[in-house]
């Protein structure tokens, strides 16, 4: 569905896109994780034929990006990061308007949108400026999906969504994919990343692994603990001193590390009581996703 050869990106003299290479098959529900500036929206951009590589080539659904790029608009979706539709128009004038843009009809298409529409349904005479942040989602996707299309591009869809709504919207997704939908996401939160069938991990502008989520963080290889304790940030700070310990990151309420050479250190809570510490926990979890981002990141920072 897409093949994107080593795609890079320049603005000015910063790079948002630095050899990207990878495949996404058709039906596909693929993730692009990583945080801000780490290049989603730019490949995105150039994925839906919006922005011109500098170097490398791009193919979706077996046409170039860039010579075919008025017929792949015709079969692409595209949900930007931000609110996009217009504020003052009702939900159903968004989305009749999106329609006659494409040259369809609601009705002809109504199948399509019918599971998520009919959650905004009642509101559809309502400005869209109005609408709580799901329900904007919602109607946005809807407007993305009007004129059938083969592949939906969706930047950080649920970003600022709360819980109830994220966990619809995905749903919404998989419903999707099962009608031969090819589903090009991504987002933020790592809950979400876990129910793509594959991720890739981006950082400024580097693909950092590309594999099935469970596949990434089986290949952790390293015992990981977590530590808690009463003064968060002097323990962030006492755990990087000690030359035991390998590396630590924050993760809510508590702090997450690995040992030099995976080798538990069975004095380290000693330590930490001497330092001062109180309350400590400390116990041996299983790696995320979020934990195996971090450590490929600094892998790819001592690399250069």
């Given amino acids: 569905m897409i093949t994107s050869d080593n795609i890079s990106k320049k603005f000015g003299s910063i790079t948002a ?56 608009r015709r079969n692409i979706g595209y949900m930007p990061g931000r609110f996009s539709l217009y504020q003052d128009l009702s939900v159903e004038e968004n989305l009749n308007f999106y329609a006659t843009v494409f040259g369809t009809t609601v009705k002809q298409n109504y199948h399509l949108i019918k599971n998520i529409y009919s959650h905004i349904e009642p509101f559809r005479k309502r400005p869209a400026g109005k609408l709580s942040g799901g329900m904007k989602q919602k109607l946005a996707l809807c407007c993305a999906l009007i004129h ?20 619809e919207f995905w749903e919404m997704l998989k419903a999707l994919q099962k009608e031969g939908i090819t589903i090009l996401v991504s987002t933020p939160y790592m809950d979400e990343a876990i129910l793509c069938d594959r991720v890739a991990l981006i950082q400024k502008g580097r693909i950092l692994d590309i594999d099935k989520p469970a596949t990434i963080i089986a290949g952790f290889g390293k015992k990981m603990y977590a530590v808690s304790g ?22 809510g ?52």
């Fill in 253 to 304: 309420d508590s702090v997450h590390i690995t040992f030099t050479g995976d080798r538990f250190d069975s004095t380290i809570a000693g330590k930490l009581e001497k330092a001062g510490h109180q309350d400590l926990r400390i116990k041996e979890i299983e790696p995320g996703i979020e934990d195996v981002f971090l450590e490929l990141m600094t892998v790819s920072e001592n690399d250069k």
């Fill in 230 to 251: 009463k003064d968060k940030y002097k323990l962030i700070q006492d755990l990087r001193c000690d030359p035991s310990v390998e590396s630590v990151n924050p993760f």
């Fill in 17 to 72: 896109l630095d050899g990207v290479t990878l495949n996404i098959g058709k039906s596909e529900l693929f993730g692009l994780i990583g945080p801000d500036g780490a290049g989603k929206t730019t490949f995105f951009r150039i994925v839906t034929t919006l922005l011109l590589p500098d170097t490398g080539t791009m193919t979706v659904m077996g046409h170039d990006t860039i010579n075919d790029y008025l017929l792949l």
């Fill in 148 to 167: 059938a299309p083969d592949l939906i591009v969706l930047d950080e869809p649920t970003t600022g969504v709360d819980a109830v709504s994220r966990a």
